[in-house]
Antibody, heavy 121, light 106 residues
Framework: EVQLVESGGVVVRPGGSLRLSCAAS????????MHWVRQAPGKGLEWISF????????YYADSVKGRFTISRDNRKDSLYLQMISLRPEDTGVYYC??????????????WGQGTLVTVSP | DIQMTQSPSSLSASVGDRVTITCRAS??????LAWYQQKPGKVPKLLIY???TLQSGVPSRFSGSGSGTDFTLTISSLQSEDVATYYC?????????FGGGTKVEI
C-alpha cells in the first residue's frame, strides 16, 4: 500500500523559513516523479512543484518560484520542500503526491495526509 | 499559462440524479486532464486521468469525456457518498493548474 507521510508544518513568522519532509513507502520511490500541492484554508488545490525521479528536472508555480526548492533523497525514500521568505498567503495544508511516471509530467495518483503550515506574525 | 475554468462552482442535486461538471482549458491540452474528488476534511482522490480513463477502484457511475479545451465529469446516478468538491487538473506541461473546484451537495 502506498503511503506518504508529510511532516514539518508549524507556525512561522513572515519572512521565515521552513523545510517540509515527506516519507514514502509501499512503492519504489526512486522510480517515480513527485509533486507538492497546497490548499489554503477553505480554498481550492494549488499545484506548486514537481521533481523527476532523479531530481534532475524541477518545476515550480510562479507563486513560489525563487522561494521554494523541491528535492529528494532516493536513499531515504524522502521528498522535501525548502521554503524561504514565507508570506501569509503561503498558509495552508501542504500535500506530498506521487506522480504516475518517472520523468514525464503526470497526474498524482496517491496523496499524503498533508501538513499544515501557518505563516503569521 | 493555461487557465482551467470549472462550472458550476457549486450544485445541489438529488440522490439518483445525473450530474455533469464542466472544465474548460484556455488553450488545447489534448487529453492531459485528470479529475479528483475531495470529500469534506479528506485528502484528494484521483478519479479519472487521460480525460476518460477511470482510476482503479472508482465506481463506474463516474465517467469523463472531452479533448482539447472542453471536458466533462459525469456522475450518472448521484449517491450520498458523492458529496465532495471535484477538481480538474491539466498535466500536459507545467504549471499543472487545477480548476477552481465544483462543490456537489445533496
Amino acid at each position: 500500500e502506498v503511503q506518504l507521510v508529510e511532516s514539518g508544518g508549524v507556525v512561522v513568522r513572515p519572512g521565515g523559513s521552513l523545510r517540509l519532509s515527506c516519507a514514502a513507502s509501499g512503492f519504489t520511490f526512486r522510480d517515480y516523479a513527485m509533486h507538492w500541492v497546497r490548499q489554503a484554508p477553505g480554498k481550492g488545490l494549488e499545484w506548486i512543484s514537481f521533481i523527476t525521479w532523479d531530481g534532475v528536472f524541477t518545476y515550480y508555480a510562479d507563486s513560489v518560484k525563487g522561494r521554494f526548492t523541491i528535492s529528494r533523497d532516493n536513499r531515504k525514500d524522502s521528498l522535501y520542500l525548502q521554503m524561504i521568505s514565507l508570506r501569509p498567503e503561503d498558509t495552508g495544508v501542504y500535500y506530498c503526491a506521487k506522480g504516475n511516471s518517472s520523468s514525464s509530467i503526470r497526474y498524482s495518483d496517491h496523496w499524503g495526509q498533508g501538513t499544515l503550515v501557518t505563516v503569521s506574525p | 499559462d493555461i487557465q482551467m475554468t470549472q462550472s458550476p462552482s457549486s450544485l445541489s442535486a438529488s440522490v439518483g440524479d445525473r450530474v455533469t461538471i464542466t472544465c474548460r482549458a484556455s488553450q488545447g491540452i489534448r487529453n492531459y486532464l485528470a479529475w479528483y474528488q475531495q470529500k469534506p476534511g479528506k485528502v484528494p482522490k484521483l478519479l479519472i486521468y487521460a480525460a476518460s480513463t477511470l482510476q482503479s477502484g472508482v465506481p463506474s457511475r463516474f465517467s469523463g469525456s472531452g479533448s482539447g479545451t472542453d471536458f466533462t465529469l459525469t456522475i450518472s446516478s448521484l449517491q450520498s457518498e458523492d458529496v465532495a468538491t471535484y477538481y480538474c487538473q491539466k498535466y500536459n506541461s507545467a504549471p499543472l493548474t487545477f480548476g477552481g473546484g465544483t462543490k456537489v451537495e445533496i
